[in-house]
């Protein structure tokens, strides 16, 4: 089992930036992977930024050069620095953990944290 908490969110005007936190606990070592999704009102959630425990890292085509996700080890925390930001990233943010245990994957949610970006 994997814990996940997120924290960071807030109002920030457009064109401001946020950093988004998200902390893990328990089963740390079977986490494959760790991604940032976001979900906007009356959307789907929608996946945003991806690292993998090589470090490898990827990126939305919407948030591409804008958009950093890292990670503390030491901390087992995740991060999402969001620059540049504009109304449309509106939404509420989730962390999210791959783990990989006997083969098989689990997926491990946060609770979310509301990004609001005023025009």
């Known amino acids: 089992q994997v814990q996940l908490v997120e924290s960071g969110g807030g109002l920030v005007q457009a064109g401001g930036s946020l950093r988004l936190s998200c902390a893990a606990s328990g089963s740390i070592s079977s986490i494959n992977a760790m991604n940032w999704y976001r979900q906007a009102p009356g959307k789907q959630r929608e996946w945003v930024a991806q690292?993998?425990?090589?470090?490898?890292?990827n990126y939305a085509d919407s948030v591409k050069g804008r958009f950093t996700i890292s990670r503390d080890n030491a901390k087992n925390t995740m991060y999402l620095q969001m620059n540049s930001l504009k109304p449309e990233d509106t939404a509420v943010y989730y962390c999210?953990?791959?783990?990989?245990?006997?083969?098989?994957?689990?997926?491990?949610w946060g609770q979310g944290t509301q990004v609001t970006v005023s025009s």
């Open positions: 690292i993998t425990s090589g470090g490898s890292t």
């Open positions: 999210d953990a791959v783990s990989l245990v006997g083969g098989s994957y689990s997926h491990y």
